[in-house]
């Protein structure tokens, strides 16, 4: 027992030493390894699509066109008729493309019935004929014979289709042999399957040089990468569209199919090694579609084509119609013709423009990941999570950089999404077992920090650290600054007091402090006897201009019942004077910088910007207009009728240079029925005659101004002393009667003062 008891102190040593969390990342990443050699169907589109961003970020650039299309097009339908035409057309085709010197022709379509159009089966289709006109249709050869009689001629390859299933109830003569070599071992175990293939009439098969199957294989979200050069199909190896042309228009000489122990690496045709992955399909580098590939069939039809645009061409016959079903989708493109695919493969293979997967990219990529993911092991516990992201992004960075020129250089394709991804899954799992190991640390921290600090402070501090950090962000905010008019001389009666004047600040600060935070606001400091705040941060508020404003009001009403409470002491003390206060408030809108701010050594969450410096203008101008509230322009065009707004004054404040207009705040939406908030007075009244007396002035029709002045004599607002403001525009009136302004004028006054 002693002996046992030693040998597992020994084991939780290493284990400990070794560290629980390298335990974990290494169990974490035998799964991952696990899960790439299974490679389910969302692993594979996740590659497939990253594959596709490098071709849609640097498409095949073609150095040569081997190829050309004759297009079935929906013109040609629409004027020779639907598909399929008689065969006579298409070898009237077939002709005149040898005729033009094309060197090898290929049908990516494929005729599996007799055509009924021939002149025997029309004979029997019309009925009622005259027994010699039916014997004479009965004795032409068939349309298919006539076809037939080109093929022979011809080096034309018949298209052919796999099929998903087996096809009973048609018997057909043994396919052909393909002339094929192998070398290296048999092919069959890695090549794509049908079970059965749909043929051509046998009158064509027997007369074509060749026939090659043209399906074109679609991933699973339906985008064709990768076509195979050869399927095995009714149980023989047949060469796809491409390949079969290429062994006709080089001779006709045999295939070989090289395979070694990952699967199959490469074809050879008229001599040259074209390499595949490890089931022989070959990895598509497309190009954009061009249109000089294509030649309408109408067009052919009528010898309209050039000879010198067939000459030395391989030749491919299909389809762009939409009604014959044969577009597909590329990295580069949702609709492409078929067709197409087997043009550009053939560009992609005469020009040496290959893409490869090779057969080793699988262990390649499984290494990537052991290697990236045992770093991250490694490192995380000693250098930290900082660090090792630092460097796993460095890594990440190269990896990706590598695969790109691989990619570029190379023609290679090798995944390093997977392996980062694996690898980051293994960094996470680090970090977080790291973080409860923390967790734990930082709890007991709480527990004795509790007793000097206010738990609520600990919590901050410990939950979120990132508070503690420099910056900012630009949002649109409202801000409010107060003070207090005549502090100066409260200052002066308390200077042998301060405590009192200090109770009293405390006095007055609080309810203003309550009414902006019970509207949502945000206090950023005191100065003194100002106060500063903000809306719309650090959380959002969709209504900040209303609330600011709502808020504003409640304050005059918090400092109205302060002054009330302030008298009523005075009294009781002996009938003193009571240190009745009165605030102006300035507000602002628009864009501003919210963070923390200030030095590495100490900083504030705080708000800055031009629209900050406007509203402490604007609280500063209150006393010169005789306004309790005033807003900026953008403040009230947002409040609209939401508020009971009166125009002061288009203004330049000092510091800048775009004038404002300003407008003092009366009161809500209600104001004109709150008899509260005026001396008997019409509100309606009072605030339109402002507005004539703005406009005369304006105007420079000084006279009316002054006359619209008298008339509102003794009037009463609330939130604007009009024995302030409406004197202030007769002395301006008056002096510019003496001097009047330039002719330029634009009725704006510039302040020269905060």
């Known amino acids: 027992m002693s002996g046992a008891a030693a040998a597992k102190r020994r084991l939780l040593a290493l284990l400990r030493r070794f560290g629980f969390s390298r335990v974990l990342g290494l169990s974490l990443l035998l799964p991952l390894l696990a899960l790439r050699v299974w490679d389910p169907a969302p692993l594979e589109i996740l590659r497939l699509k990253i594959f596709d961003l490098y071709q849609i ?41 040898r005729e033009a010197g094309a060197v090898a022709i290929a049908f990516d379509v494929v005729f599996a019935e007799p055509d009924r159009t021939s002149p025997a089966l029309y004979a029997e289709s019309l009925g009622g004929l005259e027994p010699e006109v039916a014997a004479a249709l009965r004795a032409l050869p068939s349309n298919d014979e006539v076809l037939a009689r080109e093929l022979a001629q011809t080096r034309l390859v018949l298209g052919q289709s796999g099929y998903h299933r087996n096809v009973t109830g048609k018997e057909s003569a043994p396919q052909p042999k393909v002339p094929l070599a192998t070398i290296g071992g048999d092919p069959r175990p890695y090549l794509f399957r049908f079970p059965a293939l749909v043929r051509n009439t046998p009158v064509l098969d027997e007369a074509a040089p060749g026939r090659a199957v043209f399906n074109l294989v679609p991933g699973s979200d339906g985008v064709v990468r990768r076509v195979p050069a050869f399927v095995v199909a009714a149980g023989e190896i047949v060469p796809s569209l491409t390949v079969e042309l290429l062994r006709l228009a080089t001779g006709g000489n045999a295939f070989a199919i090289k395979t070694n122990e990952a699967g199959i690496s490469a074809f050879v045709v008229g001599g040259v090694e074209v390499p595949t992955d490890r089931h022989g399909r070959l990895w598509m580098y497309y190009a954009k579609s061009r249109p000089e590939l294509y030649v309408s069939a109408r067009e052919l039809l ?11 061409k391989l030749v491919l ?12 989708a590329t990295p580069l493109q949702d609709r492409v013709p078929g067709v197409e695919v087997h043009a550009q493969m053939l560009e992609m293979i005469l ?21 990236v993911a045992l770093t991250m092991i490694a490192l995380v516990p000693v250098l930290g999570a900082a660090l ?7 890594v990440a960075a190269a990896l990706w950089t590598a695969s790109w020129f691989l990619f570029t250089g190379e023609g290679l394709l090798i995944d390093v999404a997977y392996p980062l991804i694996g690898s980051f899954a293994v960094f996470t799992l680090l970090v977080f077992t790291n973080y409860l190991r923390e967790e734990g640390r930082r709890q007991r921290v709480r527990s004795a920090f509790r007793q000097y600090l206010s738990p609520t402070l600990v919590d901050q501090l410990a939950n979120e650290p990132d508070r503690l950090v420099l910056g900012g962000e630009s949002r649109e905010m409202t801000v409010l600054f107060s003070d207090v008019r005549g502090f100066t001389s409260i200052s002066e009666r308390l200077q042998d007091r301060p405590q009192e004047l200090t109770r009293l600040m405390n006095r007055l600060l609080t309810p203003l402090t309550a009414e902006i935070m019970e509207n949502n606001g945000t206090i950023d400091k005191y100065m003194g006897d100002a106060v500063m ?23 005059l009403e918090a400092l109205e019942r302060l002054n009330e409470a302030l008298v009523q002491e005075a009294r009781e003390a002996g009938g003193g004077e009571a240190m009745c206060m009165n605030v102006g408030i300035g507000i602002n809108t628009g864009t501003c910088v919210v963070g923390n701010m200030g030095s ?16 402490s203008r604007l609280e500063g101008q209150c006393k010169t207009y005789g306004a309790s509230i005033i807003l900026g322009e953008a403040t009230a065009a947002v409040l609209g009728t939401e508020g009971v707004l009166v125009e002061l004054d288009m203004i330049r404040v000092k510091g800048k240079r775009e004038p404002q207009r300003i407008f003092a705040l009366l009161g809500g939406a209600a104001l004109p029925d709150a ?9 309606r009244a009072t605030t339109g005659g402002i507005a004539e007396v703005l406009a005369a002035y304006r105007a420079q029709d000084w006279d009316r101004a002054l006359q619209m002045i008298d008339g509102l004599a003794g009037r009463r607002l609330a939130l604007l002393d009009l024995d302030v403001f409406l004197p202030m525009y007769r002395r301006r009136i008056e002096n510019f009667r003496r001097r009047p302004p330039p002719a330029d004028w634009d009725g704006v006054f510039t302040a020269e003062t905060k």
């Open 388 to 394: 090792t992201l630092l460097l796993g992004a460095l």
């Open 302 to 312: 009528a010898g309209s084509v050039p000879t010198e645009r067939l000459a030395g």
């Open 317 to 328: 016959i299909g389809t762009s119609a939409a009604g014959l079903f044969d577009i597909k």
């Open 533 to 555: 705040a903000f809306w719309n941060a650090p959380l959002p508020d969709a209504d900040h201009v209303f609330n600011a404003c709502k808020a504003a009001l409640a304050m």
């Open 675 to 683: 008899p509260a908030l005026m001396d008997g007075n019409d509100v």
């Open 600 to 615: 590495e050594q100490r900083f504030d969450y705080s708000v800055l910007g031009d629209a900050v410096n406007l509203a």
């Open 57 to 97: 970020a640097q498409p095949r650039e073609p150095t040569m066109q081997p190829a050309i299309i004759v297009d079935i097009d929906e013109e040609s339908l629409a004027e020779i008729g639907q598909w399929p035409w008689p065969r006579t057309e298409v070898a009237r085709m077939v002709a005149q493309l």
């Open 351 to 371: 020009s040496g423009q290959l893409l490869l997967r090779p057969n080793y990219a699988l262990g390649a990529e499984l290494l990537m990941l052991a290697a």
